[in-house]
């Protein structure tokens, strides 16, 4: 070796040592050198290292080349082979198996394919995944951080010392990866990154962990690789044929870690709750389950809507084995589950995506793009393919991984709008001038497309709150290509008409009816949701007007004129029993309020709503299409009355009437299609329901007229505040 060669090599040395050299498998492990293997490895603490083969061959002692614990040799050996070192100091013996005599895990069509920006097996590719690797049993790890100047796998293994595990670089792409002998299941750990400037950044959670450690502590942890044994293929089988438009779909919308507390205060865990909530949800005539936000958050009043691991199920509730076990037995139980997804923004903790390797990587660079003021967090930057492929494979993820029936997709007006809570020059234009952002259009028609593409059966819905044109329009019609999209407008209408004292709702009727103006230019969802019990709003009864009988019966009418209004239905937790205090996500429901007979009477009136929802085809059918509705009375301001027809083509039709007032109104007329006996299916007045008891003895008769728009018309007993469903019954 020349002196040249020798200062290049000894500055080699001195950059593995001091932890800068930005490719250490081109220097450590086996390479020929002048003819000859060379082996060189860094065990710090060792005093002797001595090296063999997998199959126990002693390929001689190496030579310490430095004091921080570089050793160097030349071995005779025929081929690049994994190597296995034995290291020796004063305090004992150890066995260190050479992360640098391995070959990359990754291939040719990984990179042509995340270069593409088409990978749809990220989540098999990237992060932690335990494996035998040429003999050994070890984990792969694989992160993207093209700024990069050296990345390291770290944790209690090595210390946390990121001098000791750097990764090889995939130049082509920005993937960095090593598999790591020996480490699986449980391993704690996170990145050490250094940035193109030769700064150290803070330790880095891995953003395709599939498991995070529990809050406070931020490290990811390597899964368990058992595949899970799922039992609900025949839940999924039918699930593939469904047209959920025409489906029943009410859901009961949760955040798992206020539910329900144990007796000690603290969570339950996702065995629990598919022993408590899942029954519970199925007797009360749901067909789904939402789950605000569980990808692990460091934040518990975040709810879950500031992630930093898309890809963890939360510790809060246990592994992910266990969340799995959760959705199964939702499907045992015919209960779908939807997830709340969050793909428009990130916190910007230290440990997170922000900054990842020192660039804004993630988010945009500009403040007026990659900041959102209302929230304080970071915005992805939807034009750059390798967070469109982070996010669309995490979509995907939950869906294949987790057999996760639909994502509701948070905060969508934020991703669409650039100039979203902000003011005149705090935006950026896009390349038309407009305020649309049009990356973040291409991504939610990728995301829905590939969604609906492999997983035929679920759905995807967005919380989108403005008019935007066709979100629940296919992608290839010129829609988003979600399958649903919250009304905003309904429930922000009827909740204000519905908290107005009984005597001034004759002057906000069109509160009640606007809706219906445009009910079918979308897949409506019908939320009453989190956000409407949050923030000094009150509960959903503490919003209703007068005194307690009558604030339970306004809340009795309204729910089930929500119910017999086209579209979906969602309800969150508490409010089905009546909840008197509004949400906080720091203690349970109170449960205690069930012994009350008004309370149980709420719950009893939900579970029949669920159960005449999903029995009457007319309440199901058509919820999105305009067919499925006909106005029989509209304009009754008077006396806040509302009477409408649900049909569904060979369906016996379905008569709603609501009574806004608390005037009981007898002989009150109503235009029928049918002449004949109607029956009552539900009455929120009925003692049952803790209501007054009256009605109209279970039927009413339609007669035969002549001369009207109508064929026949019925007289009803109106109860005060009250919402009927009347079933047409064949002679």
Known sequence: MTKEDWQADSREVEAIVGGRHSNPFAFLGLHQVN????????????????????????????????????????????????????????????????????????????????????????????????????????????????????????????????????????????????????????????YEIVGRDGVVQP???????????????????????????????????????????????????????????????????YDQLAEQLVPYA?????????????????????????????YSPTARHGDPAAFARFVNAAHEAGLGVILDWVPAHFPTDAH?????????????????????????????????????????????????????DGLRVDAVASMLYLDYSRQQG?????????????????????????????????FMIAEESTSWPGVSHPVDAGGL?????????????????????????????????FATVYAFSENFVLPLSHDEVVHGKGSLLEKMPGDDWQQFANLRAYLAFMWGFPGKKLLFMGQEFAQREEWAEGKSLDWYLLDAG?????????????????????????????????????????????????????????????NFTPVPRSGYKIPMPLVGNWVERINTDAGWYSGSNTGNQGAVKAYAVEGQHWPAEAELYLPPLSTLFLKFEPA
């Open 598 to 658: 008004m309370h149980e009477g709420m719950r009893r009136l939900i579970a029949d709503l669920n159960l005449a929802y999903r029995q009457l085809p007319a309440l199901h059918e058509r919820d999105c299409e305009p067919d499925g509705f006909e106005w029989l009375i509209g304009n009754d301001h008077a006396n806040s009355v509302f009477a409408w027809l649900r049909k569904s083509p060979g369906a016996d039709p379905i008569l709603v009437v609501s």
């Open 481 to 513: 290509g979600f399958g649903f999209k919250w009304n905003m407008g309904f429930m922000n209408d009827t909740l204000r008409f519905m908290s107005r004292e009984a005597v001034h709702r004759k002057y906000h009727h069109n509160d009640m009816t």
């Open 203 to 269: 330790l880095k959670a891995d953003p395709f962990a599939r498991q995070s450690e529990l809050r406070p502590r931020t490290a990811s942890v390597v899964p368990d690789p058992t595949p899970f044994t799922w039992t609900d293929g025949k839940y999924l089988e039918e699930r593939a044929t469904r047209d959920w438009r025409r489906t029943p779909m009410s859901i009961y919308e949760v955040h798992l870690g206020s539910w329900r507390r144990r007796p000690d205060g603290g969570f339950l865990s």
């Open 35 to 190: 003819g000859q293997w060379v082996l060189r490895a860094f065990v710090p603490h060792a005093e002797m290292l001595t090296a063999y083969t997998l199959d126990g061959k002693e390929l001689g002692h190496l030579i310490p080349r430095h004091a921080g614990g570089l050793f160097e040799g030349r071995v005779d050996i025929d081929r690049q082979q994994p190597i296995r070192y034995r290291a020796k100091n004063a305090g004992g013996e150890w066995d260190v198996y050479d992360a640098y005599s391995f070959g990359p895990v990754l291939g040719p069509m990984d990179d042509y394919y995340i270069g593409e920006g088409s990978h749809l097996r990220l989540f098999d590719k990237l992060g932690a995944h335990e494996m035998e690797f040429e003999g050994i049993h070890g984990t792969h790890f694989a992160v993207w951080a093209p700024n990069a100047q050296r990345v390291s796998v770290v944790g209690p293994f090595n210390e946390w010392d990121g001098r000791r595990n750097p990764m090889r670089n995939r130049f082509e792409n920005g993937i960095w990866e090593v598999f790591i002998p020996v480490l699986g299941t449980g391993t704690l750990y996170k």
């Open 282 to 310: 199925a007797d009360m005539g749901y067909t789904h389950i939402e789950l605000l936000p569980i990808t692990e958050h460091p934040f518990d009043p975040s709810w879950g809507y500031q992630p930093t691991g898309m």
């Open 426 to 458: 705090q935006w950026v234009p896009n390349k038309y001038g407009g305020n649309e952002n049009l990356e973040a259009v291409e991504f939610i028609r990728k995301a829905n497309s590939e969604a609906y593409r492999l997983h035929p059966g679920t």
């Open 352 to 404: 997170g995506l922000a900054h990842f390797d020192g660039t804004a990587l993630y988010e945009h660079a500009d403040p007026r793009q990659g900041y959102h003021p209302d929230w304080n967090t970071a915005i992805y930057n939807f034009g750059r393919k390798e967070v469109v492929g982070f996010l669309v494979n995490n979509a995907l993820y939950w869906l294949e991984k987790f057999h996760i």
